[in-house]
């Protein structure tokens, strides 16, 4: 019945028969096929060349990687202008600041979320404030969702509520905390509407880019809603400086997003919010940097000296700044460190630019910041050491004895001006002042104004009087 072979030999008989599936001609035609993608959708043919192009790329990596060993990459391309990896990108920032923008409560959410706020707070009986603990806070939390939608959320967290100071009951004032909701989304509108003008998406600011930006915040102040046409290109410039004196220390000509929104600046400028200037006095109109008054005092004061009507400064125009009280020598100081070489006309006769004069200005009026002091501080170290010695106040004080004497005033000895200044900055090295000296005794603003200004050594000299004429008007009130 059965042939010779067995049934062992049978089955390898037939595996001898049936080719490897690699090798059949099928096999290598359906694979050449799909791997061409020619009967693939349109969505797998996508998904296939995505997957070769980030393979491409990952490889080039590595390579790289390899090639470079352990150090790592510390510079990336910017996209070229008009690419598609430039487009792609403004269009990703585009979506990404629409979503955001979208996240953020408007007028309308916020005074629905003060409304009830107040309806569902309880008022202190010995203070009469309205207060809120946490179970009218959770309560508060669901009655905004319901209004307001889901945006409103994230501000009612129970880490929020910790944040602020709570009375012998656990409860906390509902302003403090509407006002700090108000100032979150104000600060986030500020920073989509920055991230809009960063044209290359880097975090910076650029001097066009700060005061396009300013530009598009007069409309929404109200001291500034009418403020002329003309002279609307020099507000912002003077605006600006202000960011870039702050925010740029090392002067690269663009200022970090986060510091200009973590910066005085801007609230400084938010002020001029108030509907009317009558609520503001003189006094803090000229204060604020940003007011009308200000930049228009600072034009007049600009053009005053520029005698030659030139749109700069020389050294003899600048002496008459502040009427003549700054010292000649640090007028010479203020050329040599902080006036660029060359940028109008040869070495020999360079002049000041309103941008320089703008951040002399900044200099003189906030010199109690570590901005300020640093600005002068280079004005005061005479030979470039990094520090100040009994030989440099010397020679800084003497033009400051001089104009002194020439005003009528009593004579003084200048060694003792020297140690005043010594014991009133306590220096780390008993020989030596620096500039963390200077800003750590608190009192550098007033060791600088001795240094420079004549006037600020009289201030100094009869502050005791000054205080006791600041005090008498307020008895009388």
């Known amino acids: 019945m059965y042939s010779g072979s067995s049934d062992g030999e049978g089955h390898e008989t037939a595996q001898r028969r049936i080719p490897p599936a690699s090798s059949m001609l099928w096999v290598r035609n359906l694979r050449r096929y799909i791997g061409s993608?020619?009967?693939?959708?349109?969505?797998?043919?996508?998904?296939?060349?995505?997957?070769r192009i980030l393979l491409d790329i990952f490889k080039e990596k590595q390579q790289k990687s390899a090639e470079a060993a352990?150090?790592?990459?510390?510079?990336?391309?910017?996209?070229?202008?008009?690419?598609?990896?430039q487009r792609v990108q403004r269009l990703a920032k585009f979506r990404f600041l629409k979503k955001q923008t979208d996240l953020l409560l408007n007028a309308d959410d916020l005074d629905s979320m003060w409304v009830c706020l107040r309806e569902n707070c309880v008022i202190d009986d010995a203070t009469g404030a309205e207060k809120m603990n946490y179970e009218d806070f959770c309560h508060i939390a669901s009655v905004c969702t319901e209004q307001i939608g889901p945006k409103c959320r994230r501000f009612f967290s129970p880490s929020n509520f910790m944040k602020f100071e709570k009375d012998e009951q656990g409860r906390i004032a509902i302003l403090p905390f509407y006002l700090y909701v108000m100032r979150?989304?104000?600060?986030?509108?500020?920073?989509?509407?920055?991230?809009?003008?960063?044209?290359?998406?880097?975090?910076?600011?650029?001097?066009h880019e700060m005061e396009q930006y300013i530009r598009g915040l007069i409309p929404n102040l109200a001291q500034l809603r009418d403020m002329p046409e003309g002279f609307l290109g020099m507000y912002c410039r003077i605006a600006a400086q202000k960011f870039f004196f702050f925010c740029d220390p090392h002067r690269r000509g663009k200022a970090c997003i986060k510091k200009v929104l973590l910066s005085n600046c801007l609230q400084e400028l938010m002020e001029l919010h108030q509907e009317s200037e009558e609520e503001v006095n003189d006094n803090e109109q000229a204060e604020n940097w940003f007011s009308m008054t200000s930049a228009q005092r600072i034009c007049d004061v600009f053009l005053g000296l520029d005698t030659d009507h030139n749109g700069s400064l020389s050294k003899q125009e600048l002496r008459e700044y502040a009427d003549g009280t700054l010292t000649e020598i640090i007028i010479e100081r203020v050329f040599d460190e902080h006036v660029r070489?060359?940028?109008i006309g040869g070495a020999s006769s360079r002049e000041m630019d309103f941008e320089s004069f703008l951040d002399f200005v900044l200099a003189l009026e906030n010199k109690d910041t570590p901005e300020g002091l640093t600005y002068l501080f280079r004005c005061l170290d005479l030979h470039g050491r990094g520090y100040l010695t009994t030989a440099d106040i010397h020679s800084l004080f003497r033009d400051v004895h001089q104009k002194w004497i020439e005003g009528g005033n009593y004579e003084l000895c200048i060694e003792d001006v020297r140690d005043e200044i010594w014991d009133m900055v306590k220096p780390a090295d008993p020989l030596r002042i620096t500039l963390a000296d200077l800003l750590a005794c608190k009192q550098g603003g007033t060791v600088a104004s001795m240094l420079i200004d004549v006037r600020g050594f009289w201030a100094h000299d009869n502050r005791e009087n000054l205080l006791q004429e600041e005090e008498e008007p307020e008895e009388e009130a």
Do not use: C, N, W
């Open 37 to 51: 993608g020619a009967g693939l959708g349109s969505e797998a043919l996508m998904e296939l060349e995505t997957k």
């Open 70 to 85: 352990t150090i790592p990459s510390f510079y990336k391309k910017k996209p070229e202008v008009g690419s598609i990896s």
């Open 184 to 207: 979150t989304v104000s600060l986030t509108q500020a920073r989509i509407d920055m991230s809009e003008l960063d044209e290359d998406s880097d975090g910076f600011l650029q001097r």
């Open 341 to 343: 070489r060359g940028k």
